[in-house]
C-alpha cells in the first residue's frame, strides 16, 4: 500500500544487501506507479497476482525468461520499463487456496528485531483489532467494488479492469471452510473479521444464507463493513442472529457539494436511515462504527457545517473514525489535486503522511466531540453556525494547535502504555506457550 512505500523500500535494500535473490513488489501502489517502485524492486506485480506469482516461480525455476508473464513488470538491461497488460480477471475466486499463515516459512518484524512466526506470536498480534478481547481472523469474501469513490484504490483498479465494478463474490461454504481451516491449526481464534468494502451488497437471500451456514458452521462474533446502500433489516437481524457484534459504515461527508467531489452520491436520509437501523438494534450488538474524511482542502466551511449538521442527526451511541485526507496516486481526486497544485511535495503529502494525523483546527475538534459523544447541547452549539465560523478564525490557529499539542501528549503516553500492555502481555504468551 501506497503507506507503506518508504518501509517497503527500506525491508527490499536489507534483503538486496543480504540476499541474491529478485525481490518483487506487488498491491495497490506498484500498480498505479510501477515506473517508481521499479527503481527499487526487481519486477513488480500489477492487479490481482495468484496467476502471475505462481508462473513467476515456474520460470524461475526451469531457469527461463518471466519476460512475457502477464500482470509482471521490469527493467530491461538497458533501463527501460516494460509492463505487461493484465490477464482476465479471476472469475471463481474459490478455486483459489485460502490464505496461508504459516507459520512456517514466516517472520514478523517483534520488537525491532525480524523473528520466526510462532502461533504465539500470531495470536499476539491478530488481537489487535479485537472487538471482543479475542484474536481476530481477517478475511475477505469479494472481490471489486462497485462504486468508483474518487479518492478510493478502487477508482485505480477499475481503471486497470474493465470489470472491476462487477462484485465476484466467494461461496459461502468456500468462507465458512476457510475460518473451520484456520481454526483447526489456531484454535485459539475467537473472533472473525469480514473486510470487504462491500461484504453485504448481494441479494438478501444470499445474506441469509450465509447467516445460517456460518452460525451452524461457526458461530464465533464477527466484525464486517455495510454501506447506507446495501443494508437493510433483513440482511442486518440475519446477521445478528448468526453472530455479528458491529459494523462499520462510510459517511465521510454531509456535504452534497463533497459527495459529488467523491463520487459518492448517497443521499444524507439514506445515511440516517441506516443509522436509525442499527440503533434499533443496538441491545444486540456493539456501537456502530462510522467513518468520515477531514483535512480536505476542497471543503468549505458551509461543507463542514453540513458534516456537523448529519452528525448531530445520528442517533447514539456510536463511535466516529476520523480519516485525513491524502490524495493517493491512481485516483481521480489524485489527478484533480496534482493538476490545480495542491500537491507541492509528493513524499510529505502523499508517500509519508499518516491519515491518522488530523491537522489542529476547530472542525477537527468538533468532530473529535462526536468521537468522543459530547452532550448533545454541547455538540450543537459548538457547530452552530455562528460559534463555528468564530471559533474557525484565523486568528485563533495557534489556541487549536496547542490543544491539539496537548491531545498528542495525552495519546503518545496512553499508546506507550498500551505498548507497556502489549509487551508485558506477549511476554506471558512467549512463557506459557501454546494455551
Not at 491449526?185 to 445474506?207: C, K, M, N, S
Not at 481521480?332 to 502523499?350: F, M
Not at 454541547?378 to 496537548?406: C, D, I
Request: proline share 7%; aromatic share 12%.
Amino acid at each position: 500500500m501506497t503507506n507503506y512505500f518508504h518501509k517497503a523500500k527500506q525491508l527490499t535494500d536489507t534483503l538486496h544487501a543480504n540476499l541474491d535473490v529478485p525481490v518483487v513488489w506487488g498491491g495497490i501502489q506498484p500498480t498505479v506507479e510501477p515506473d517508481l517502485c521499479l527503481d527499487y524492486a526487481d519486477i513488480v506485480c500489477i492487479g490481482e497476482g495468484e496467476q502471475a506469482l505462481a508462473d513467476l516461480a515456474a520460470c524461475i525455476q526451469g531457469g527461463q525468461s518471466y519476460a512475457h508473464i502477464p500482470n509482471l513488470g521490469y527493467k530491461t538491461e538497458q533501463g527501460q520499463v516494460v509492463v505487461n497488460p493484465p490477464r482476465p480477471l479471476i472469475q471463481d475466486l474459490d478455486q483459489l487456496p485460502f490464505p496461508d499463515f504459516g507459520p512456517e516459512g514466516h517472520y514478523l518484524l517483534h520488537r525491532g528485531r525480524v523473528v520466526p512466526l510462532t502461533p504465539n506470536l500470531l495470536r499476539t498480534y491478530l488481537m489487535d483489532a479485537s472487538a471482543t478481547g479475542q484474536p481476530v481472523y481477517p478475511l475477505l469474501a469479494t472481490r471489486g467494488c462497485p462504486h468508483r469513490c474518487s479518492y478510493c484504490a478502487n477508482d485505480a483498479y477499475a481503471d486497470l479492469y474493465r470489470s472491476w465494478r462487477k462484485v465476484r463474490r466467494r461461496s459461502n461454504a468456500s468462507l465458512i471452510a476457510e475460518i473451520q481451516a484456520f481454526r483447526a491449526q489456531f484454535p485459539f481464534v475467537g473472533e472473525v473479521a469480514f473486510l470487504d468494502d462491500v461484504f453485504v451488497a448481494a441479494p438478501t437471500e444470499t445474506i441469509e444464507a450465509f447467516a445460517r451456514l456460518y452460525k451452524a458452521s461457526v458461530g464465533l462474533p464477527f466484525y464486517c463493513i455495510v454501506s447506507p446502500l446495501t443494508i437493510n433489516e433483513p440482511k442486518l437481524k440475519a446477521l445478528l442472529d448468526a453472530g455479528l457484534i458491529r459494523v462499520s459504515m462510510g459517511i465521510q461527508t454531509g456535504s452534497p457539494q463533497l459527495q459529488e467531489l467523491y463520487h459518492r452520491r448517497i443521499d444524507n436520509e439514506v445515511v440516517l436511515k441506516a443509522a436509525h437501523l442499527f440503533n434499533r438494534h443496538q441491545a444486540q450488538m456493539l456501537s456502530p462504527v462510522y467513518d468520515i474524511i477531514t483535512d480536505n482542502p476542497y471543503a468549505t466551511p458551509e461543507d463542514q457545517l453540513d458534516t456537523l449538521r448529519l452528525l448531530n442527526q445520528l442517533p447514539r451511541p456510536y463511535k466516529m473514525l476520523m480519516f485525513s485526507l491524502v490524495f493517493y496516486p491512481g485516483t481521480a481526486l489524485y489527478e484533480k489535486a496534482l493538476a490545480e497544485g495542491l500537491i507541492e511535495d509528493v513524499n510529505a503529502e502523499v508517500y509519508s503522511r499518516n491519515y491518522f494525523k488530523l491537522q489542529p483546527t476547530y472542525y477537527n475538534l468538533a468532530l473529535y466531540g462526536f468521537h468522543r459523544q459530547f452532550p448533545p447541547g454541547l455538540l450543537r452549539l459548538m457547530s452552530h453556525k455562528y460559534v463555528f465560523r468564530l471559533l474557525s478564525a484565523s486568528v485563533l490557529r495557534p489556541l487549536w494547535r496547542l490543544g491539539n499539542w496537548l491531545l498528542m501528549g495525552v495519546r503518545v503516553w496512553y499508546n506507550k502504555l498500551r505498548l507497556k500492555r502489549f509487551r508485558q502481555y506477549s511476554a506471558d504468551i512467549d512463557q506459557e506457550g501454546h494455551r
